[in-house]
């Protein structure tokens, strides 16, 4: 697997997540479950 391919594939989630929810804050999804991206994933 290709070093960044985590990144590659977390990156545009957490982007689709902020968009959706313009309150959020990236520096509070640290602490956020899988589910909270699970509706993200139709994207990959």
Do not use: K, Q, T
């Amino acid at each position: 697997m290709p070093r960044w391919l985590g990144y590659s594939l977390g990156y545009p989630r957490v982007r689709g997540y902020l968009n959706a929810y313009h309150d959020a804050r990236a520096s509070r999804l640290a602490n956020a479950g899988a589910e909270d991206f699970r509706r993200f994933l139709g994207e990959i």
